[in-house]
């Protein structure tokens, strides 16, 4: 299992926490040390260190580097065999470089005990955790953007729909809609064009039949999804 964290998970209790657990771990950390030995170290890393960084998917981005420094910082107190990888880059349009920045380019890191794999999968592996932010923002679009009820407990009960509602949808998305833009579509769009189709519910001959209407679009994608799922849900 993998835990991949922002910068607010780099702490000791909680990186102690994942060592004592044995879970593997990604997590955003700052850099130990004051500004000025920060720039010191950072401007004497050799060129040939610094590999291309990898984009989305997968492909050399231009114009960001990274290289695993865990040799060059004192990491004495933290957790045996936390690996440090460094990221480079030109800041994006409009951002402002910090004070530890070096060279013009924006400085990340993140600490990790995977012991396998290149410096460059590993710093992709960590930035696809911003998935996260989509999973979160398609919660607020189900219903977590506000709690409508009285009491605590109650707004608890209408938290916990909302999370099962967002995970029907996310496994119908990965199983019924695989080869389908409609995978990557969010709950917005998914009612708008799929979850809103009308239908009729007909039982005959002990059989439950479902009749949408032909002219409706997306019905197509609809039927397919439905013989999909119903195909993994058949016993054997």
């Not at 592996?125 to 409508?148: F, M, Q, V």
Request: charged share 25%.
């Amino acid at each position: 299992m993998l835990i991949r964290i922002d910068g607010a998970g780099g702490t000791h209790e909680l990186l102690d926490w994942l060592t004592r657990r044995r879970l593997s771990y990604s997590v955003g950390f700052s850099l130990p040390g004051d500004a000025a030995s920060i720039q010191a170290k950072l401007a004497g890393v050799p060129g040939k260190a610094w590999t291309p960084a990898y984009d989305a998917d997968g492909q050399v981005s231009p114009g960001a580097w990274v290289a695993e420094l865990t040799g060059l910082f004192d990491l004495s107190g933290w957790p045996p065999g936390m690996r440090l990888i460094v990221r480079k880059e030109g800041p994006h349009p409009g951002a402002q470089l910090r004070i530890t920045d070096v060279d013009g380019n924006r400085i990340t890191a993140f600490v990790t005990n995977t012991s396998r794999g290149q410096v460059a999968d590993l710093e992709l592996r960590h930035r696809r955790r911003a998935r996260a932010e989509d999973r979160i923002r398609c919660a607020k679009d189900t219903g977590l953007a506000n709690l409508p009820l009285h009491d605590f407990a109650q707004n608890q009960i209408w938290c916990a729909i909302v999370a099962l509602a967002a995970d029907l949808v996310a496994w119908m998305q990965t199983l019924a809609l695989t080869e389908h833009p409609a995978r990557r579509w969010e709950p917005k769009r998914l009612r708008l064009r799929l979850l809103s189709i009308a239908g009729r519910l007909a039982v005959t001959g002990r059989r439950r039949l479902l009749h949408l209407a032909a002219s409706a679009p997306f019905t197509d994608l609809a039927l397919d999804a439905l013989h999909r799922l119903d195909a993994l849900a058949a016993p054997g």
